[in-house]
């Protein structure tokens, strides 16, 4: 997934820019030159003055690539379709993880993510379950990582 | 001598050799699986060795990558494909090897010479590493600040093609090293109100998703690639022997040059390998013969890659700065163990860095037997699709991340940087310029206040003692290096046209 130069060096522009800004709000230490503001800025120039050339040679090559590119093995849909569907089971377990509970979030998780790369669904379920329950049993029970329960809160063991 | 008693007592403990054994398959293993790299298997391995004492941990980290950075040898050699990027100099070669029958050569002479890169790495290691500390224990935050400017310098000019796209890496590295308290002053920095984000971004999770989560977005992005059959390795030490002999001395020379790569920050066992093969190719007496299938070409760089793990762990013991993204990993371990790396920890704790010494010895004599057994197996191994494997890594990555301060904040950070980490690789971005900053920042900040502080804002004073003034010359040279071969290009261009006339 190459995108153009010209787009990554706006986007790290913007974010020195945002953290010059933000740095300037950081308070001065009294009596002393060098504040915790100074750091900070220091990086924001240099996002900025070194994402002027990616610019430049981004907009030169603009015509040719265009704003993405695939490469070639990434060029169906549903690679990209993949790579959302896995970022978006890890958010929803960030937000929703405690409430649903590690075994049944995570079989959801490892059987979505085979049944995505066309696994067949018995051997999917297969291995989700297995290996939730194993990775479980390795983190909770031996490491005594407090997984959450969730909804098998009644069942705990 | 009481410190060595009392780091064989250490190390010759049922736990901690159980703990290297268990390390060592699985860094066989993980090296052997394309695509799933040696950091990869460290920054897996992370979580575990939270739950360990501090011994065990490191020796299961400096096992680990040994075995792995070996094992990436198979795949290469057996399907063309590298098992981690350190075996990706002599892939072709090796393959070469296979087609005209002799894989058994091949797999042969690179363990072999894995083993004796890695050996040669440790003595260096043992040797250099003690004098280097007792140098450094005179050391003040002006050597300190310039050893860090050095580190970040060398990662962004040497390991890199494009040196802007490393610098751009090393700030966004230094951005996130920069959130949190941390800092010399005290204030909360880039905490938008998270108390979360009070104690920085931790470190774990950070490389979970830096090198595994970006692993598999890529994998997810490539969908489903058909895996080639294998075949089966027979007798495997048959002829080595004369092999080792015949090139001794480029497996010396690989050795030599794969501690010193592995030594320099940011450079580790994949640059050493590639700069090492083409040394050797330079210096033979058949260079035609590379890339048909030479054994010649896989003595010198099989060497090298195994030798730059021992070179990593000098400036990672001595100062604190690592020499490769491995060793950046093992950093953040340390200081979550207690054990902070510097010179004092040669005076304070010398029973520690014994054992550290003799695991690197212990893992890399275990390299033989171990490495036979996983030739032999690598056709089973190879066989396990990478499809089960990738989302089994995820659930480990969560729970990893997770269990680092149990709360979901640490798969939040895993996620962030795992996305970050994709996007840059995709992009042509360095990794480990990024990961070097990450380590770093707080240390060069730090060090750069104190400094002015005690020189009342006078910068004259970075110069002012011999080895801070020697290690700044140097980083400032490396700076503008860029600037004389421009100005030199342009030079000779303008001179071109005349002679023509």
């Known amino acids: ?63 040719t ?68 329950l194993a990775v479980h049993y390795a983190f909770y029970s031996l490491l005594r990582v407090p997984l959450p329960w969730g909804l098998l809160m009644p069942i705990a063991w | 001598m009481d ?4 780091a064989a007592e250490l190390v010759f403990r049922v736990d901690t050799l159980a703990a290297i054994f268990m390390a060592a398959c699985f860094g066989l293993f993980v090296g052997s699986i394309p695509g799933l790299t040696a950091t990869m298997a460290v920054a897996l391995l992370v979580p575990i060795t939270f739950f360990m004492e501090p011994v065990p941990a490191i020796g299961a980290m400096v096992t680990c990558v040994a075995m792995a950075i070996f094992a990436g040898d198979i795949p290469g050699a057996l399907l063309r494909i590298p098992g981690t990027p350190a075996s990706a100099a002599y892939v072709d070669e090796a393959f070469r090897m296979t087609q005209k029958g002799e894989a ?32 450094a224990l005179n050391f003040s935050s002006f050597e300190y600040f310039w050893l860090a400017c050095l580190g970040l310098t060398s990662a962004v000019f040497i390991a890199t093609a494009s040196p802007i796209r490393g610098f751009l890496s090393l700030l966004i590295g230094l951005l996130i090293a920069s959130i949190g308290l941390d800092n010399p002053a005290g204030t909360p920095r880039f905490t938008f109100g998270y108390a979360e984000l009070y104690g920085g971004i931790d470190f774990i999770p950070a ?25 089966a390795v027979r007798n495997l030490l048959s002829g080595i022997g004369r092999s080792i002999a015949r090139y001794k001395v480029n497996i010396a020379r690989g050795s030599l040059l794969g501690t010193l790569i592995g030594a320099l920050p940011g450079a580790g066992a994949d640059i050493a390998a590639w700069i090492a093969y083409a040394l050797s190719k330079k210096f033979s007496r058949e260079p035609a013969k590379f890339g048909t299938g030479h054994v010649e070409g896989l003595t010198d760089a099989s060497a090298a890659n195994n030798s730059a793990l021992g070179g990593a762990w000098v400036p990672a013991l001595v100062f604190g700065i690592p020499g490769d993204s491995v060793t950046a990993i093992v950093i953040g371990v340390l200081y979550l163990k207690g054990m902070n790396p510097g010179p004092t920890v040669f005076l304070m704790n010398p029973e520690n860095i014994y054992a550290v010494f003799m695991i690197f010895f212990a893992a890399n004599l275990l390299l033989l037997p171990l490495g036979y057994v996983a030739i032999k197996s690598a056709k089973q191994v ?4 990478r499809r089960i494997l990738m989302p089994v890594i995820l659930l480990f990555c969560m729970v990893g991340a997770y269990a680092i301060n149990n709360t979901v904040f640490g798969i939040a950070t895993m996620l962030a940087l795992g996305v970050i980490g994709f996007i840059m690789e995709e992009n042509g971005f360095p990794i480990a310029p ?14 750069f206040v104190t400094s002015l502080i005690r020189s009342r804002g006078d910068y004259l004073a970075f110069f002012e003692r011999p080895i801070a003034a020697g290690l700044g ?27 023509s006339a």
């Open chain 1, 65 to 132: 690539t265009g704003a993405v590119q695939f490469a070639d093995w990434a060029q169906s849909g549903r690679g990209r379709l993949n790579v959302l569907i896995t970022l978006a089971l890890i958010v929803l377990y960030i937000v929703f993880g405690e409430s649903v509970g590690f075994i049944p979030f995570g079989i959801v998780i490892v059987g979505a993510l085979l049944l995505l790369q066309g696994v067949g669904p018995i051997p999917s379920v297969a291995v989700a379950v297995v290996v939730t």
């Open chain 1, 1 to 63: 997934m190459k995108i153009n130069d010209a787009i990554l060096g706006a986007v790290l522009i913007f974010l020195g820019f945002a953290v010059l800004l933000y740095a300037r709000t950081l308070p001065d230490m009294p009596g002393q030159d060098i504040g915790p503001n100074v750091f900070p800025t220091v990086i924001a120039i240099g996002l900025i003055v070194f994402s002027i050339p990616l610019v430049v040679t981004g907009l030169r090559k603009w015509p």
């Open chain 2, 104 to 135: 058994e050569r091949a797999l042969g002479t690179g363990l072999v010479c894995s083993v004796i890169g890695g050996l040669i790495g440790t003595t260096a290691l043992v040797l250099v590493a003690p004098v280097l500390a007792e140098i």
């Open chain 2, 434 to 447: 990024a990961i070097l900053g990450i380590v770093l920042g707080q240390l060069l900040e730090r060090t």
């Open chain 2, 3 to 6: 410190a060595i008693l009392l």
């Open chain 2, 382 to 385: 190879l066989r396990v699709p």
């Open chain 2, 207 to 231: 490389m979970i998703g830096m090198f595994a989560v970006s692993e598999i977005l890529r994998h997810m992005l490539g969908g489903v690639k058909p895996q080639a059959g294998v075949a």
């Open chain 2, 473 to 499: 010359v140097v980083t400032i040279a490396i700076w503008l290096t860029p600037v004389f071969i421009m100005l030199w290009r342009r030079h000779s261009r303008r001179q071109a046209p005349g002679e």
